[in-house]
């Protein structure tokens, strides 16, 4: 196959882990990287340079240049552009309606982000529960072990997982061996192998019942704010809360007031409302555990997320079954 004849496909973001899978389909198709600097270039570009692209490969840092996937940019895309093929689990930067009417498939890697996710939630469990970032502080401070606060052990404490999907599962099998009681929060309740041994409740049931709340919901527009001052006023004294899934979910100023005046004992989280800009309030609280969305950032991880959306991409290209479309665009 000549060069000319290859599929263009565009990357947003250059391959840094699964080079050999990336070797094997630059042997079969046109792979480049975006060097449009802005939107603006990129929507002229669209109409001379990548005006017969077939597929876009993109991951969570690929809107610095252009900024989100949403209606406007969708409809400057060049009508070659068939497929997005996201390497990422969530895709809440893509318009998928509007990319939908244009009739562009979009995947994304949900089963590659599982393991990694769950680990790093429990990470932020455990150090959330035991307080352990204002002793790291302390520490870091040339003081040993002053003026620190108790944590609390995680054995008969009630965790509730807002979103049972493949992360929520996973997280309730590892917090399984520390003793906690796991109840959760789905659209609809799994089935009693898919829940294993989690009991399921309402919404306000978790909110009020649970000792530790972790978030692995997606962001749309149902789930905007879904735990605000009101769903915190409801929760016990001295929560703690984990959010591993999308900033926004969780009103992120609401929730700073809360853990200012104790109402919430202490966070971890790893996505944040505004990123990379994070409320005042969280940055100046030492009970705040943050780190900087940082949940499948592991080589490994990174390499089956690179892998996946590639091979998406090469089988749109060559007419073969996508592996991962998009819910909402699964018939």
């Not at 352990?132 to 401070?141: D, F, K």
């Not at 009020?208 to 905007?224: K, Y």
């Not at 944040?272 to 499948?296: C, D, Q, W």
Request: net charge neutral; glycine share 8%.
């Amino acid at each position: 196959m000549s060069s000319i004849t290859k599929p263009r496909i565009l990357f947003f973001n250059p391959v840094r882990h699964a080079l050999e899978h990336f070797r094997k389909l630059s042997s079969v198709a046109q792979t480049e990287v975006l060097t449009s600097k802005s939107r603006a270039e990129f929507f002229n570009e669209c109409k001379g340079k990548y005006k017969d692209i077939v597929a876009i490969y993109s991951t969570s840092s690929s809107y610095a240049v252009t900024g989100k996937f949403d209606k406007e940019l969708v409809q400057n895309l060049p009508s070659s552009l068939k497929f997005i093929c996201h390497n990422g689990a969530g895709y809440d930067q893509i318009d998928i309606n509007a990319c939908t009417a244009r009739g562009i498939k979009v995947t994304n890697a949900p089963d590659p982000v599982t393991d990694a996710t769950a680990d790093l939630t429990v990470f932020l469990l455990l150090g959330a529960l035991r307080n352990l970032n204002p002793a790291i502080e302390s520490l870091r401070a040339g003081n040993w072990k002053k003026n620190l606060d108790f944590g609390h052990d995680p054995q008969g404490k009630t965790l509730g997982i807002l979103g049972m999907g493949r992360i929520g599962r996973a997280v309730k099998r590892r917090c399984d061996p520390f003793g906690l009681k796991t109840i959760y929060y789905n659209r609809n309740a799994l089935s009693e192998s898919e829940a294993a041994g989690a009991k399921y409740v309402s919404f306000d049931e978790l909110l009020e019942t649970s000792d530790i709340i972790s978030v692995h919901v997606p962001l749309n527009a149902h789930t905007r704010h879904l735990i605000g001052a009101e769903e915190i006023a409801k929760m016990k004294d001295g929560v703690v809360i984990v959010n591993t899934a999308r900033g926004a979910v969780i009103d992120e100023a609401a929730m700073a007031e809360a853990l200012e005046s104790g109402k919430i004992a202490s966070v971890g989280l790893d996505v944040y409302e505004e990123e990379p800009v994070i409320n005042g309030l969280l940055m100046k609280n030492s009970r705040a555990f943050m780190i900087p969305h940082l949940g499948t950032h592991t080589t490994e991880t990174l390499a089956k997320m690179e892998s996946l959306a590639m091979e998406n991409a090469r089988r749109g290209c060559f007419g073969e079954e996508l592996l991962t479309v998009v819910a909402e665009q699964v018939k």
